[in-house]
């Protein structure tokens, strides 16, 4: 027979397991990484759809078999809602990971261009009021570039911001 553990034994195990997985936090994302990358690449083929289209199939058929009774129903609505929860963080995850990566390689391409304005570098990092003085200051330099451009002048260059 197990010994019944005090609130204490347990509260101290229970950090104890806290403090060990703790310090493993790069290790667990590491390991979701790898997992959405890979699970990612496979929901987006077109042989998942295919075995989506044949369990979708298989559940219709199936119908007549349980009478289209609230369990043969319910099957498919649970199947479906856990899928959908769990791909909604799998999707999130990629699109979070792609757009990084897509950040790091426009500050990149802007940090090299001679003449770029390094003040765009993480730009995705400034609060809505400063993005916003950054997006009306290119407005400006489109519309003037526009007016140039009806005039029949280029509207090639590098501009200045006018402060």
């Given at each position: 027979m197990q010994e019944k553990m005090s609130k204490e034994d347990l509260q101290k195990r229970i950090n104890?397991?806290?403090e060990k997985y703790r310090d493993n936090v790069p290790y667990w994302n590491s390991k979701f990484n790898r997992f959405s990358r890979w699970?990612?690449?496979i929901t987006g083929r077109p042989?998942?759809?295919n075995i989506a289209l044949l369990v979708i199939a298989f559940w219709v058929i199936s119908g007549?078999?349980?009478?289209?009774s609230d369990t043969w129903q319910l099957m498919i609505n649970t199947a479906t809602t856990i899928v959908t929860f769990l791909m909604v963080f799998l999707i999130q995850h990629t699109q979070n990971?792609?757009?990084e990566a897509m950040q790091?390689?426009?500050d990149e391409l802007i940090r090299s261009m001679e003449g770029a304005h390094n003040a765009l570098l993480s730009l995705e990092e400034l609060e809505e009021e400063e993005l916003a003085q950054?997006?009306?200051r290119y407005s400006e330099l489109a519309n003037e570039a526009r007016k140039e451009m009806n005039q029949g002048l280029p509207d090639t260059g590098t501009p200045e911001f006018k402060d």
């Open positions: 104890d397991l806290i699970s990612s690449h042989l998942a759809f007549p078999i349980f009478q289209f990971r792609d757009t790091v390689k426009l950054f997006r009306k």
